[in-house]
């Protein structure tokens, strides 16, 4: 049965793109700017040809979803390292048996506590190499609601004036993950979704990592945006005060509605983002029901900039 929501999704136009004429994938757009959805393809069973074609797209469109997957902690695994090196991140729990995957859980009977994610980010940011790709696969849906959206940072940056990029370009901006869930929670939630255990005092997180304002996302050679109101805590140099304008200036304008895009999830999706590119953060609408992703992350990458033009 197609309810509501997926009706919406499928009345999408597909508009091909020029990696779907070169890959022969049926990509169909989500986005104006970026995102795309494919639903042709086994990702357990990629020939060289295919492979090439999906890693073109990610890289190309930034957010990807892959209609009807429904993959086993371990394929999920072998999936997601064909997209670079698996990270095994510090600071959340996994699972028992798969220390690559974390379950993303919140329980039915959790009222009023936040989701894991929600507030706009790129996952562990703080990192002295954050990661690249983010896999996320759904296990368990509400029956609505449990979004993710995505906000575009190459397109958030491009769309500053010239002035703003030039004043921009040069600065570097700390982030830390001692603050994850100490601000900015949108909700009015007063506590933790107990399903994702969170390791406080982790020497691999409470501590600030400078990272360029502005950096080049590879595979376009575009300039992006690369701050977030969960892990930037101010701008290199100066105090918090003293950065919190120019931050939430650009907080508000790379989350602009035009510059967004909303994942509303169906069973078999199987979610693919460039955490160099794209902030997300997941709708916490849907107290009463259970919603469990799996989370696998590849590649990583130490943030460059236009300042420096090199990967060191
Ligand atoms: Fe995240």
Request: glycine fraction near 8%.
């Amino acid at each position: 049965m197609v309810d509501a929501i997926g009706a919406i999704g499928e009345s999408i136009a597909h508009e091909r793109s020029p990696t779907a004429r070169m890959s022969a994938l049926a990509i169909g757009k989500l986005g104006t700017s970026f995102g795309v959805e494919i639903d042709d393809i086994d990702v357990r069973r990629l020939n060289p040809d295919t492979e090439s074609g999906l890693k073109a797209a990610i890289g190309e469109h930034r957010v990807v979803v892959i209609r009807n997957q429904s993959l086993t902690p371990t394929e999920q695994k072998t999936f997601s390292a064909r997209l670079g090196p698996l990270v095994t991140l510090p600071y959340i729990k996994p699972l028992d048996a798969h220390p690559e995957i974390i379950a993303v859980l919140k329980e039915a009977d959790e009222f009023k506590v936040s989701t894991f994610g929600s507030w706009w980010h790129a996952d562990f940011s703080y990192l002295e190499a954050p990661p690249i790709y983010s896999i996320l696969q759904a296990i368990e849906l509400p029956p609505r609601g449990g979004d993710t959206l995505f906000a575009d940072l190459c397109t958030a940056h491009d769309t500053l004036s010239a002035g703003m990029q030039r004043l921009l370009a040069p600065l570097q901006v700390m982030h830390s993950g001692a603050v994850y869930g100490t601000r900015a929670v949108a909700d009015g939630a007063y506590g933790r979704a107990r399903g994702v255990v969170i390791a406080r005092g982790d020497p691999a997180a409470d501590f600030e990592r400078a990272h360029p304002l502005v950096r080049i996302h590879g595979p376009t050679g575009q300039r992006a945006l690369f701050v977030n109101p969960t892990y930037t805590t101010r701008i290199a140099g100066m105090t918090v005060d003293e950065s919190r304008p120019m931050l939430e200036f650009l907080y508000a304008h790379m989350t602009a509605p035009a510059l967004t895009l909303r994942q509303r999830w169906r069973h078999g999706d199987l979610l693919i983002w460039d955490n160099r590119a794209v902030v997300h953060l997941a709708v916490n609408d849907y107290d009463g029901h259970r919603r469990l992703l799996h989370r696998t992350t590849a590649g990583s990458e130490r943030p460059y900039s236009p300042a420096t033009s090199t990967i060191d």
